[in-house]
């Protein structure tokens, strides 16, 4: 039996009620997750939005800020001070906004500016693209989220009596790194080595270190441990290569599944996650903290059962369903290794 046919004529409540069993719902639902994805900035979204305060978080791709906000939490539970007192918790949610809204908010706004040209082949929905809103507004919203993520970094400085503004240099480093990244004439991003890592690095050291220094005093070890973990988040970085092949290829930039094909990029993008991973498993046995590098291991046993069942199989399809099942295991990983650095005292 043939659905009926929905014209704008048809009036009828026959029609409508047909409508409704057989393809509203649907419709509806569809309609709201494409607007839920435009607004979180994932891809898959779709061009109409009118709302320029909507449109402006569009461009800050709320859905980053997740790993950025739990890198504060690793820093925090490493620095083996936190306590759960009203206080402290207002100043972490505070160096969460910098590091999530402010801060990573300003980095993808730049590096959506930088990457309108990619985005009218890849992504021809996103804001700027789109023409949903102007280049002069895109340079006001990059200020003024620099300007705000460095005020409140120095104001946590002051909060934590550092004598030399850690927080403050941090983000300053940070916003350097987004810059050099997405902006001519070095535009790491181009480097599919390079660009990667100071992405990796940028989602794990970074906020990491910031999140160590507001409750703790960020030492060598620290920086030398989550520079070495980000090499596990430069696997994590290579996994959002593989849905821009196509406008990459087109403007010569060099990600990794364009210079190795699709097949080798998907597996050194595992073997990364994977071995760095096992190499903090490895370095928490030998400072003692055995049960925490067992558990370790434990999550990145899950993970590469997804790597597997996904994201090897067909890693242009499944890239965003593997991220949403082996990320989870990958995030808890780092809290683990956090806890145990944490509890040694490193």
Sequence with gaps: MSEPLLTPESNSASTNASTVANGAPDAMAADRN????????????????TSIWKIRLQLMKPIT??????????????????????????????????????????TQTLNDFYDREIDAIN???????????????????????????????????????????????????????????????????QNG???????????IALPWWTG?????????????????????????A??????????????GLKSLPVMFGITTAAWICVLMIDVFQSGIAAYLMGIGQNLYAVLLILLIIPQI?????????DPLKNDVKYQASAQPFLVLGMLVAALALGHAGV
């Design 123 to 189: 992504e021809p929905y996103r804001p700027i693209p789109s023409g949903a809103i102007s280049v002069p507004q895109v340079v006001a919203q990059v200020l003024i989220l620099l300007g705000a993520g460095i005020v409140l970094a120095y104001g946590l400085d002051v909060w934590a009596g550092h004598e030399f503004p850690t927080i403050t240099t941090i983000a300053i480093g940070g916003a350097f790194l987004a810059y050099i990244y997405s902006a001519p004439p070095l535009k790491l991003k």
């Design 193 to 203: 080595w390079l660009g990667n890592y100071a992405l990796g690095a940028s989602y």
């Design 212 to 236: 160590h220094a507001l409750f703790g005093d960020l030492n060598w070890t620290i920086v030398l441990l989550t520079l070495f973990y980000s090499l596990a988040g430069l696997g994590i």
């Design 65 to 106: 800020w997740i790993p950025l906000i739990w890198g504060v939490v690793c820093g925090a539970a490493s620095s083996g001070h936190f306590t759960w007192t009203i206080e402290n918790v207002l100043i972490a949610a505070a160096c969460m906004l910098l590091s999530g809204p402010l801060m990573t908010g300003y």
């Design 238 to 251: 290579v996994v959002n290569d593989f849905k821009s092949v196509e406008g990459d290829q087109q403007l």
């Design 305 to 313: 059962t997804f790597q597997d069942m996904y994201f090897l199989r």
């Design 34 to 49: 494409a607007k839920a994805r435009q607004l979180l900035g994932m891809k898959g979204a779709q061009p109409g939005e």
